[in-house]
């Protein structure tokens, strides 16, 4: 079967660090995409990691190894309009796959 | 430029009733799709379309109808609503068909049948 697994909520204090997990066990893998949905809003795109390794860009950074079947999500200097649910999406050849998404809450 | 563009926004049905929802998008795009989302799940892919006269069945297209008769618009039917299809609805579109860019997303259509 396809799954992928994301915590569901996160919490955070704004001006922190927050990483946010995603492991994935899938017949194919080709890439992970990590996209951002405010509440009511449509998902918008973020980042996307087809090799092993880390991908900053700003102060977000996506990182991804193939080999255990796991990313993640890295929030620095987290901002108040960072509070966002945060979806995981794994390309297997000419689809993705969705992950639940993590709703992380950031505290002042 | 528009991007994505989905109406209506919201929609409330009953129990039996037909509607369509509208996608269209301006960014000469291939390929174009619709999800339903739903509390504590995935994003779940529809029906999906490679190009003008392309379409097929995605994870979920019992119930749902599409068609593509140019590049620009998608529309999506529902044939006899049920309320197992209440949820929000995003009409999403990617430059290439090979699945290697970034997908673009309507505003989505929270629709309710009672």
């Known amino acids: 079967g396809q799954n992928i697994d994301q915590p569901t909520e996160m919490t955070a204090t704004e001006g922190a660090i927050v990483q946010i997990n995603c492991t994935y066990q899938t017949s194919g893998f080709n890439g992970l995409f990590w996209y951002q949905q405010h509440a009511g809003e449509a998902p918008t795109f973020l980042s996307y990691?087809?090799l092993d390794g880390l991908e900053e860009k700003g102060r977000f950074s996506s990182f991804l190894s193939r080999s255990k079947g796991y990313s993640y999500l890295l929030l620095k200097e987290l901002q108040m309009k960072d509070s966002a649910s945060y979806l995981c999406?794994?390309?297997?050849?000419?689809?993705?796959?969705w992950g639940a998404g993590t709703k992380l809450i950031i505290k002042p | 430029n528009a991007g994505v563009t989905q109406t209506p926004k919201f929609q409330v049905l009953k129990t039996g009733q037909s509607m369509t929802l509208q996608c269209a998008q301006d960014?000469?795009?291939?390929?174009m799709s619709w999800y339903r989302q739903d509390p504590g799940m995935g994003l779940r892919l529809i029906h999906y379309?490679?190009?003008?006269?392309?379409?097929d069945q995605g994870e979920v297209p019992n119930g749902y109808n599409v068609s593509r008769s140019t590049t620009e618009d998608f529309p999506l039917r529902l044939l006899s609503a049920a309320p197992s299809q209440t949820s929000v609805y995003f009409c999403?579109?990617?430059?290439?068909?090979?699945?290697?860019?970034?997908?673009?997303f309507g505003e989505g259509s929270r629709l309710t049948v009672l």
């Open positions: 990691n087809v």
């Open positions: 999406a794994v390309r297997n050849n000419y689809q993705l796959i």
């Open positions: 999403a579109s990617r430059l290439d068909v090979r699945n290697t860019g970034e997908l673009f």
């Open positions: 379309s490679v190009g003008a006269g392309i379409t």
């Open positions: 960014m000469n795009h291939e390929y």
